[in-house]
C-alpha cells in the first residue's frame, strides 16, 4: 500500500535550525513535496524534489533520497511565523498521479 | 490569496439537509480537486477533475456529489451527511494533473454536521 511517515509534533527553539523528516511507501514514485498550513488557513506549496539531492529556497530546504524513501525539510533561523504544521507528500505515477499526503508534523516554536 | 475560493468558509447542516460547497480558481488550471482534512488524519483525495472529467473517485459514499461544469468551477453537493463527515473541505487546482505536484488551495469549508 501506501504510506508516508512523519513526526506528529516537533519543538524547536526561534533562530535555530529544524529538521522535518519523511519516509514514504508508494508503488511508483514521481516526486516528494512539502506544505505548510498555518491554523485555520490553506496548505501552501514548499517545495518539490523529483531528484535526489538538497533544493534551497531561502530559509527552507527540501532534501531527497530516492534509494532510502526518505526525504526532510530544513527550516533555518527559526521565526515565530513558522509555527505551522508541515506535510510531506509524494506523487504515485502508479496511481494516475494521485498526490499522497502524510499526517503532518506540528512545529511549535518557542521564544 | 491563493488564487482558489471557496465559499461558504463554514457550514453546519442537520444530516436531513442538502447544502453545497462552491470553489471557483483564477489560476487557468486544467485540474481541480476536493479533499477532506479531519483531524489526526492525513489529506484524503475525494475527486480529481482533468479538463472537466472526473478521473479519480477514492470510493467516496455517494452521499458526496461533485460536479464540474468548467474548468474554473467545482462544486461537491452534500444529501444526508454524517456526524463523522464534519471536516475540513478542502479544494485545489494544478496546471495539469501531470504536473510537477504543485498544488494551489483554497482556505477550505468548515463542515459541521449535527
Known amino acids: 500500500g501506501q504510506s508516508l511517515e512523519q513526526p506528529s509534533e516537533v519543538t524547536a527553539v526561534e533562530g535555530a535550525i529544524v529538521q522535518i523528516n519523511c519516509t514514504y511507501q508508494t508503488s511508483g514514485f514521481y516526486g516528494l513535496s512539502w506544505y505548510q498550513q498555518h491554523d485555520g488557513g490553506a496548505p501552501t506549496f514548499l517545495s518539490y524534489n523529483g531528484l535526489d539531492g538538497l533544493e534551497e529556497t531561502g530559509r527552507f530546504s527540501s532534501f531527497l533520497s530516492r534509494s532510502d524513501s526518505y526525504g526532510y525539510l530544513l527550516l533555518q533561523e527559526l521565526q515565530m511565523k513558522d509555527s505551522a504544521s508541515y506535510f510531506c507528500a509524494v506523487r504515485d505515477v502508479n496511481r494516475d498521479d494521485k498526490i499522497i499526503f502524510g499526517k503532518g508534523t506540528r512545529l511549535h516554536i518557542l521564544p | ?114
Open chain 2, 1 to 114: 490569496e491563493t488564487g482558489v475560493t471557496q465559499t461558504p468558509r463554514h457550514l453546519v447542516m442537520g444530516m436531513t439537509n442538502k447544502k453545497s460547497l462552491k470553489c471557483e480558481q483564477h489560476l487557468g488550471h486544467n485540474a481541480m480537486y476536493w479533499y477532506k482534512q479531519s483531524a489526526k488524519k492525513p489529506l484524503e483525495l475525494m475527486f480529481v477533475y482533468s479538463l472537466e472529467e472526473r478521473v479519480e473517485n477514492n470510493s467516496v459514499p455517494s452521499r458526496f456529489s461533485p460536479e464540474c461544469p468548467n474548468s474554473s468551477h467545482l462544486f461537491l453537493h452534500l444529501h444526508t451527511l454524517q456526524p463523522e463527515d464534519s471536516a475540513l473541505y478542502l479544494c485545489a487546482s494544478s496546471a495539469d494533473r501531470g504536473s510537477t505536484g504543485e498544488l494551489f488551495f483554497g482556505e477550505g469549508s468548515r463542515l459541521t454536521v449535527l
